[in-house]
């Protein structure tokens, strides 16, 4: 009788290929290119909002109330690019992640080819964020320089399951929000196309992050999940959090400091945030990656 030449280690390894084989047949047969998706060339219309209204940071609040249609329609607009801005800043630290992790790999193995298929989709990404926040008028929005540092000190070292499932939580907050705003008529259309064009791709991204973070975790034993749940609740604080610069606020025509106090207040913010992780939660559960350390700091960030 011949001998099997497929080695535990492939065997254990084969569901994530075939998963990865999946993903490659669904970019082959839907994916976008934003170039020429997106209407790039109408002017803005200012009658329109850049998100829903509902995900504004001040909707519900005494100052919304305050605020003209027109302020309410601007701020919305400066969020999103901020929104924006802040997913071109993780898309770049998790591209750095999955080339790290994909180096020297066998490059005939289909999850090597879904990595790179997924970087090439976050550099369209970015570039479509990038010309979307630049046509609604705002400026380049980046976190603090502490997140910035902490940002580039977690590209360099974050490895195996914290890097994916850290991938999976920036990923999932956008989608639930983006899935809003693609089908919400007071929407500027081009912010809709955007919106729309990056739920269907990071559909796949997403899929991808929970395979290999369930793989990585194995063989984790109870001290291993323990510090990745921390690190992975950690990244995700500082992620969330930054995704509305205190700029925007100025640039709305705003009282900053009012503004930031209010938005800090805000329980239907903090409400829809909750609510919008709660598939995102039960993951990190089956995972083992809800500790209580890390439900502490996910409280913090008002994820749960």
Known sequence: MARSTVQPADQARQPEREAARRLLDSFARLSYDPATEVDWDTPLDEDFHGMSPEWSTLYGTRYWRELTEAQRRELTRQESASVASTGIWFEMILQQMVLRDMYAKDPTDPRFQWALTEIADECRHSIMFGRGAAKLGAPAYRPPRLVLELGRAFKTLAVGEAAYASILVAEEVLDVMQRDWMRDERVVPFVRTINNIHVVEESRHMKFAREETRARLRKAGPLRRQVQAL???????????????????????????????????????????????SGLMEFLASAGLLTRPAVAVYRRAHLI
């Open 231 to 277: 690190v992975v609740s950690v990244a995700s604080y500082f992620i969330v959090t930054s995704m509305v610069n205190r700029e925007v606020y100025a640039n709305a025509g705003l009282d900053t400091e009012r503004a930031l106090a209010e938005a800090k207040a805000n329980e239907h913010h903090k409400s829809l945030m909750r609510s919008s992780c």
